[in-house]
Every structure is written in C-alpha cells, then in structure tokens.
C-alpha cells in the first residue's frame, strides 16, 4: 500500500512545503497576467521567501520532479475549472499501478489505489496526519475517509481520469485569480513521536494530533503576531507575511 522508494524518494523532497493561499494573493497583487506561475518561477520565489503555494501550484512542481525522476504521472482532481477546485497527482510504479499524492491535502504518504477489497474498506494509519484513512475506490473515481481521533469523518474524492494539460494549466490560472477572502496555510510539523498537521484558517489555528485537536491562542486583529507564529511554523519570511496578511485583512473589511 505504501509507494517504491523512487516514487517516495522524489515525494519526500516536499514534506517540509505548505499549501497555502497566502501567495495567491500576493502574485496576484504583482501581475495583471497569467498569475499561474511556472516551476522556475515557483524555485526563485521559495529561494527568496521560502514560500511554495495552492494546491495547483505544489502538484505542477510535483509533476516536473516525477518528470526529472524519469517517473510516469499526470494530474487528477475534481471539480476543475470552478471555485471547488481541488488537484493532486497520480505516479505510477513500474507495474502501473496507480499511487496517489496529494500535497495540497498535505498527505503524509502516497496511497495505492489499485487495492482488493479487504484493504479499501479497512483503516490504515501512517498516510494522513492524525487520521486514519480508508481508500474507497469505484470505476471513474476514488473517495478517500478520514477518520479523527474525536470520532468525526470528513471525506475528499477525486475523479480518476487524467487532466489533458491544456484543461489543467487552464484550471489552474482560474484558481489564481479567484481570491478568497479567508487565508488559509496548512503545514506538517513534528510534535512528539508524530507529524502533526498544523492549520491557519480566518485568523484561527490549531494543530491536529492523535491526541485530538490542540488550538492556539487567539490573536485576532494582531497582524504582527500572526507574522511570527506563521513564520515559527513555516519560515516564510516575515516581510512577506505582513504583506500578504495585510492584504487578506483588506479584503475582509
């Protein structure tokens, strides 16, 4: 169930990337033009400020390391080309079978899914931070459940034909342009024998554990404060935050 070393190989080289929508807003501040970056572009960007993007943004890098790694892969996702657009990629190991990596989910592991029945309805642990998870695949697409340790259940699907580029590039400038007034960041860290997923939603965050969920101290209307627990989780530069927090603020006056 667990991908080959080369396919994890080439994934490992994001685990420390956040998804976040915090650079959305800040590119789209910068250019009145095609605000879906290029991969050199997303480089030059994350050397500079140590940032990395949307869910689009981190699976178009993905696909041009699994490119670089000589590796099969193509995008999925659902709901393409609307507001409810979600995107992850598909590798293929040497026998094709099929493994999904979802770093906008901000997955620990990618998950087969060419799976006998016996697995799919079982929960396995090891893929998701602080969740267990159940693989439930059909013909066209596959749901993926998760399983908190506070009992709830949340569910993601993706549809599970390949994207044709054009369809995906097209997609993903749509996704750069429309900014929603709530900004978000996930992250993994490690907390105690675990890698946690960490949360900055409208002016909120916590951190999920297997101990349950763990919320931080409010700092609503505090900009300066939101800059240094960001950074101390991320290390997004701090000149950056401040901008694009501000930015997200004006936008919800």
Sequence with gaps: MFSPKYIQSTWQKFNTFPM???????????????????????KEDYEAYGITGNCF?????????????RI?????????GSE?????????????????????D?????ILLDVNENFSHAKHSGFFPAADIQVIPSKETVEIHYHRPNGKMSRQHYDLQPIELEDFMRAAEISQNNIYPKPLLECRIPYKNETAHWEF??????????????????LTGKLE????????????????LLETLTAYKELDN
């Design 20 to 42: 976040e929508t915090l650079t959305k807003i800040w590119v789209h501040k910068r250019r009145e033009e095609q605000r879906q970056r290029s991969v050199s572009q997303m």
């Design 57 to 69: 943004d981190l699976a178009i890098w993905l696909l041009d390391e699994f490119k670089k790694d």
């Design 72 to 80: 099969e892969a193509y995008p999925i996702g659902h709901d393409i």
């Design 84 to 104: 409810e657009a979600h995107v992850a990629v598909m590798a293929l190991d040497e026998k094709g079978n099929r493994f999904l990596c979802d770093l906008g």
């Design 106 to 110: 901000q997955w620990l592991s990618p």
């Design 201 to 218: 939603y409208n002016w909120k965050s916590y951190l999920s554990t297997t101990e349950g969920i763990k919320n931080d101290k409010d």
């Design 225 to 240: 404060g939101w800059v240094e627990r960001i950074h101390a989780k991320t290390g997004y530069h701090r000149d950056f």
